[in-house]
T-cell receptor, first 118, second 115 residues
Framework: AQKVTQAQTEISVVEKEDVTLDCVYE???????LFWYKQPPSGELVFLIR??????QNEISGRYSWNFQKSTSSFNFTITASQVVDSAVYFC???????????????FGQGTTLQVKP | GAGVSQSPSNKVTEKGKDVELRCDPI?????LYWYRQSLGQGLEFLIY????????KSGLPSDRFSAERTGGSVSTLTIQRTQQEDSAVYLC?????????????FGPGTRLTVL
């Protein structure tokens, strides 16, 4: 079975604090992809990053960084020096081969609501 | 360029009525997905279209739900005899090709409220 767990339902921080959003996944696929999407108050899901199961290198993009660890089945997302504009719901998602299927459908976690206060 | 568009943005209907939700994918995108976002269930996959292949309907919650994609472009999601538990935001996404690595571009969604 494929499953994504985001244990943190809501996080509240003060601007300029660092914050880490946790994501743990389950899959029997050997080839899979992990994604993070941001959903601001406007509602539209915005793609942030994609990582394949064979690439465990951490990635940094500006204030955003991602830590992928296959040993713990985790793909955590850190925002450094958070800003009010980072306030949104963040979703972690998994895409795998599901056996013979290769549709690319996403299995989402429940999402983490991040509130950054000024 | 234009992103994924969906209409209507909001739909209020009475229990038992049928509704149609429309999705216009990004031009040239061959793969199209429907998802549902509800308070109790989070974001769930509903159905997937890719070119002329048979759609993957494995996520449709009941036979009251159906979808079609005409001419490989616009898609319509139809819910018959709506129930209150169908209230949710219905999201459409498209991508350049099928595949587990493809970035999906999401539309703004249709908020459906069943009274």
């Amino acid at each position: 079975a494929q499953k994504v767990t985001q244990a943190q339902t809501e996080i509240s921080v003060v601007e300029k604090e660092d914050v880490t959003l946790d994501c743990v996944y389950e899959t029997r696929d050997t080839t899979y992809y992990l994604f993070w999407y941001k959903q601001p108050p406007s509602g539209e899901l915005v793609f942030l990053i994609r990582r394949n199961s064979f690439d465990e290198q951490n990635e940094i993009s500006g204030r955003y960084s991602w830590n992928f660890q296959k040993s713990t089945s985790s793909f955590n997302f850190t925002i450094t020096a958070s800003q009010v504009v980072d306030s949104a719901v963040y979703f972690c998602a998994l895409s795998g081969t599901h056996g013979s299927s290769n549709t690319g459908k996403l299995i989402f976690g429940q999402g983490t609501t991040l509130q950054v206060k000024p | 360029g234009a992103g994924v568009s969906q209409s209507p943005s909001n739909k209020v209907t009475e229990k038992g009525k049928d509704v149609e939700l429309r999705c216009d994918p990004i031009s040239g995108h061959t793969a199209l997905y429907w998802y549902r976002q509800s308070l109790g269930q989070g974001l769930e996959f509903l159905i997937y279209f890719q070119g002329n292949s048979a759609p993957d309907k494995s996520g449709l919650p009941s036979d009251r739900f159906s979808a079609e994609r005409t001419g490989g472009s616009v898609s319509t999601l139809t819910i018959q005899r709506t129930q209150q538990e169908d209230s949710a935001v219905y999201l459409c996404a498209s991508s350049t090709d099928r595949g587990i690595d493809n970035e999906q571009f999401f539309g703004p969604g249709t908020r459906l409220t069943v009274l």
